[in-house]
């Protein structure tokens, strides 16, 4: 998959872009706070119907503009089509694929694929579960609609829980609804957790491969994915299996869920546990460690989803090479051939002459 050209009116610091990408390298050169990020967020943007850094999609809009366009050629699937995006202040956004509104923003999200790296990916490794639960669960969607539909259907039923056990001390007819919702939760559940499992065994896979090439063999990534504990081996498990032991487990633990007022066990507080050399990862590793390790999941995302799709998805670098050695990012360089790729870096980094590849410089909303 890559984008062949990109125009943007009136997107963040851009006024009016227009560029045309090598198929394999770009490099987005250029001061702090002069559009960098914005290029790769308006390329993101087109493959996903969102932003990767904002919910609104309003703050998109240069400031004082009433209207945004963006507007890609892609080449993907063996075919060229365009993708573009209308935001406007007070009204509904426009997605098109091929000139025509798409009929959904799923419709518009298959039409080509992004891995971003940023520095707050940094938080997959130091942060809480919920950014490591949001990464399986964005991948995974992407990957296959049915785990999309589960996660849709899981999370209604549990909001749904939530409300019960909150309310239900004034209205104990309330507590009939309970075993419906249960029982969507463990058939919804059985689905997320199983596919977790999956993924999470090749995630390890892949991204293990690439952390001991950076590290130079030193350095051993594990991750472990963990759940319910009822659930004693969901990679090997039958769904089925998975649905019974998550039963069991709801019913033993119903009277402290109506006494704690919250649905307390369940996928939603699934995780991955990261290691590195045997050691928790959020707590031990360095900088270049964490960096790597987040570096790691993300190129393995791209792996996997490059084995579903038979090509590579466009991969976006935010400034992911300052806080690793040399060797580190040679090696990482190394990694990366294959797919598009964008990456941006400093004026003075030395990036580019290793890289090779088109080199854009982007100056104040402009590109030079
Ligand atoms: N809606 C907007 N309208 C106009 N300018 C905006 C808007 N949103 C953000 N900007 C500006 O765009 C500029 C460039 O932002 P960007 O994040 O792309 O910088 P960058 O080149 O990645 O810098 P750094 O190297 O510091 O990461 C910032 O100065 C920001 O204030
Ligand atoms: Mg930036």
Request: glycine share 6%; hydrophobic share 40%.
């Amino acid at each position: 998959m890559r984008l062949e050209h990109l125009e943007a009116e009136y997107f963040r610091n851009y006024q009016a872009l227009r560029a045309d990408f090598d198929p394999q390298c770009n490099v987005i050169l250029g001061e702090n706070a002069q559009g960098k990020t914005n290029l790769l967020e308006a390329i993101f943007y087109l493959s996903c119907g969102r932003s990767p850094r904002t919910r609104t999609d309003r703050e998109l809009i240069s400031f004082g503009a009433e209207e945004a366009m963006m507007k890609a050629g892609v080449f993907a699937w063996q075919r060229p089509f365009t993708v573009e995006a209308r935001l406007a202040h007070g009204r509904r956004r426009r997605l098109l694929v091929n000139g025509v509104p798409a009929k959904s923003a799923g419709e518009f999200s298959r039409v080509y694929h992004t891995v971003f790296f940023s520095p707050e990916d940094l938080g997959l490794v130091r942060q809480g579960a919920a950014l490591r639960r949001r990464f399986l669960d964005t991948a995974l969607c992407q990957l296959r609609p049915r785990y999309a539909a589960a996660l849709a259907g899981y999370q209604r039923s549990y909001e749904q829980k939530t409300r019960i056990l909150r309310d239900w001390d004034g209205h104990p007819d309330f507590l009939a609804a309970l075993p419906e919702f249960n029982a969507q939760m463990v058939r919804y559940g059985a689905v997320l957790i199983k596919t977790r499992a999956r993924f999470a065994r090749r995630l390890e896979e892949y991204a293990a491969a690439v952390h001991r090439d950076c590290s130079g063999g030193r350095e051993e990534l594990e991750i472990a994915y963990t759940t319910v504990s009822a659930v004693e081996d969901p990679l090997n498990q039958s769904e089925e299996e998975i649905q019974r032991a998550l039963e069991a487990h709801m019913a033993a633990h119903q009277g402290a869920e109506h006494a704690a007022r919250l649905c307390l066990s369940g996928p939603h507080k699934d995780d991955l546990a990261i290691s590195i050399n045997g050691r928790e990862a959020k707590t031990f590793a360095s900088q270049g460690q964490t960096r790597t390790a987040a570096l790691s999941l993300k190129l393995a995302e791209r792996e996997i989803f490059a084995d579903a799709a038979g090509e590579y998805p466009v991969l976006l670098l935010d400034d992911v090479l300052s806080e690793l050695d040399p060797k580190r990012q040679e090696f990482v360089l190394n990694r990366i051939a294959g797919g598009q790729v964008f990456i941006t870096c400093c004026e003075d980094d030395r990036l580019p002459a290793l890289l090779g590849g088109k080199v854009l410089r982007v100056r104040q909303g402009e590109l030079a």
